[in-house]
């Protein structure tokens, strides 16, 4: 069993940046390809962005392409998400989840484990 434990969301106006980390439980975090979801209120879970065992290769949705980027750093178990010029149309609870896949990672139903997420609300 792989926990997920996401910090670092808040409250910010428009324009303004928030990085958000996701920390994997018993040093696995090397062995899965990592996403990041988002959740509004009243809609469903959406993709955002992913990134292989590597780092080498990362996805983004294109509502956020160019604004946020992934990162990772395996020998610390935590997976990134820098976010710049917010707008208030990405409020919403952030989770991260792991999977084994490699493909299709802009589906939640190929995840694994997720965190309980993180809130992030923008202000305008």
């Known amino acids: 069993q792989v926990q997920l434990v996401e910090s670092g969301g808040g409250l910010v106006q428009a324009g303004g940046s928030l990085r958000l980390s996701c920390v994997a439980s018993?040093?696995?975090?090397?062995?899965?390809?990592m996403g990041w979801f988002r959740q509004a209120p009243g809609k469903e879970r959406e993709f955002v962005s992913a990134?292989?065992?590597?780092?080498?290769?990362?996805w983004y949705a294109a509502s956020v392409k160019g604004r946020f980027t992934i990162s990772r750093d395996n020998a610390k178990d935590t997976v990134y998400l820098q976010m710049n010029s917010l707008k208030p149309e990405d409020t919403a609870v952030y989770y991260c989840?792991?999977?084994?896949?490699?493909?299709?990672?802009?589906?939640?139903?190929?995840?694994?484990?997720w965190g309980r997420g993180t809130q992030v609300t923008v202000s305008s």
């Open positions: 989840a792991a999977t084994t896949e490699n493909s299709y990672l802009f589906r939640s139903n190929v995840y694994d484990y």
């Open positions: 990134i292989i065992r590597s780092g080498g290769s990362t």
């Open positions: 018993r040093r696995v975090l090397s062995s899965y390809t």
